[in-house]
């Protein structure tokens, strides 16, 4: 299975860079991922953010590849205990199919990306700095594979 984490959004701070780099590292063989950011839509005065969104979407819907199972994050989406997300996790493996995860930018998903989601997955009610959540999804992914694996990481 091939897995790609898709954010709107580029140049995540140094911290967050280092800290993805590192559980991205120890995934590299339970679950490979891939980060594909895209550049945000523009945004300013005198511009429409719904255009942004929209411009954002399309590049977004344009890096899935195939019969992929894509989760958009979204704050109305389910959310899961560490342990959800690692049997998550082994249903996504037993599909066979590439996994994409979506992370929208700051004003949300375009509808088309939502549409074409078969999850939503909430991080919960606190709003996040953006770059921020690419390194707790990686995270969390990493917990659900070491709870897969009975590795003792994941101490409830």
């Known amino acids: 299975m091939r897995t790609r984490l898709i954010s709107v959004g ?45 411009d954002e979407g399309t590049a977004v819907l344009a890096a899935l590849t195939g019969d992929t199972h894509v989760v958009a994050l979204d704050g109305a989406g389910k959310t899961w205990s560490s342990e959800q997300l690692a049997t998550q996790l082994a249903g996504w493996r037993m599909q066979g199919r590439d996994l994409a995860i979506l992370i929208g930018g700051p004003d949300g998903h375009a509808p088309a990306a939502l549409e074409r989601s078969q999850q939503r997955w909430s991080l919960g009610p606190l709003t996040l700095p953006h770059m921020l959540v690419r390194l707790i999804v990686v995270e969390q992914l990493y917990r659900a594979a070491t709870i897969l694996a009975g590795h003792p990481y994941h101490r409830a």
Do not use: C, H, Q
Request: net charge positive; charged share 35%; no cysteine.
């Open 10 to 54: 580029e140049r995540m701070p140094s911290w967050v860079a280092e800290g993805f780099a590192e559980y991205r590292k120890r995934l590299s063989r339970e679950l490979p991922i891939e980060l594909v950011e895209i550049p945000l839509g523009n945004r300013g005065k005198g511009r429409d953010p719904l255009r942004a969104v929209t």
